[in-house]
């Protein structure tokens, strides 16, 4: 295996990320694919007896086995580092093995996290209920407001932790701010970028110090599997996080790495195709739903916030109708629009997060967060808006909207 010449970081950091997308990390093998190979291998071999001694010590470079290298699953790494503006970058085998691969491997007993109130709700999980188990206490703020940050910090506390924009209320954490107040008192903030991606919004560059992935949604984009990441400095990344992962496993399968790597090479025209179809889809919507919440319409109060630290909108934005009767009744009048609770997917997608993604939260935290009776949450594929305009306003008339 050979990086292509003008692989190395001096050359491909320079590049553009639509560039990085398709070329960068690309390592070939002796037969010079044009397309990323797939190396479905669990172990390694070596030619000699002294060559496997001198691997496990770190004095030859090569791989030992899967759960800790693999060719496929490092391309893919060097990538995401790459679009990320990031030293170093660590792939997972979903995006929530990556969140509590983050978190765990930098907190002990007696540490404390601030995190952010609006959030996927296993993430949420995370916060309320993992940490506490093992003393970590947390504080949950509304992440909105940067001054609750301050507020909620004490002596202990080691990690900030939120998502920008929120899932699913599309609340817009500030991130030049927050990640401000975080460096001042020497706490890290890690911030889960699944919504925007590197395409729309580099939090590093804006003061963040470590971003968490869910590359199952936008990265992979088309629906197919599941897998995450997570980047930071060359120190964070090797000393810190790598080994918690090599000893406990969340490792990404080479066949999901690739197929990542695939999405990769459309993720810059995707996100911003989708976004510009998920702004056309909400300013129908607005004139027909009560309340909406999406980004990039001037309507959301943080629209301005939103739009100083994203390229663009996103394809996921929220909407409010009276309850979860005509909630329910809309999404089962949809004939093009899946009923589906996935997100980042070239199929537009809608679900009710009360019932589905956010079943699992107790009610009163659940209003607390945003998520009412009568929210939906679609994420706007790349299918021809006008389609998805049609669909939606037979459904809305269906349900008396
Ligand atoms: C989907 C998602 C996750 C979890 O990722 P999985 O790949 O499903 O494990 C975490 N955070 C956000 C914001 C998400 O959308």
Known sequence: MKRRTGQDRSITQTWRPATQAIRGGTARSEWGETSEALFLTSGYSYDRAEDAAARFAGEQAGMTYSRLQNPTVEMLEERIALLEGAEACRTMATGMAAMTAVLLCQLEQGDHVVAGRAAFGSCRWLADTLLPKFGIQTTIVDARDPQQFIDAVRPETKVFFFETPANPTMDVVDLRAVCA?????GIRSVVDNA??????QRPMELGAD??????????????????????????????????FTRNTGPTLSAFNAWVVLKGLETLDLRIRRQSQSSVKVGEFLEKRVPRILHPGLASHPQHALAMSQMEAAGPIFAFEVADRAQAHGLLNSLTLIDISNNIGDS??????????????VAEEKRLEMGVTDGLLRLNVGLEDPRDLIDDLDQALSQVGL
């Open 181 to 185: 107040i975080a460096r001042e008192r």
């Open 195 to 200: 919504f925007a991606t590197p395409a729309l």
């Open 210 to 243: 470590v971003t968490a992935y869910s590359a199952t949604k936008m990265m992979d984009g088309q629906g197919r599997v599941l897998a995450g990441a997570v980047c930071g400095s060359a120190d964070f990344i090797n000393n810190t996080l790598l080994p």
């Open 347 to 360: 199929r537009s997608l809608m679900t009710h997060p009360a019932s589905t993604t956010h079943y699992g």
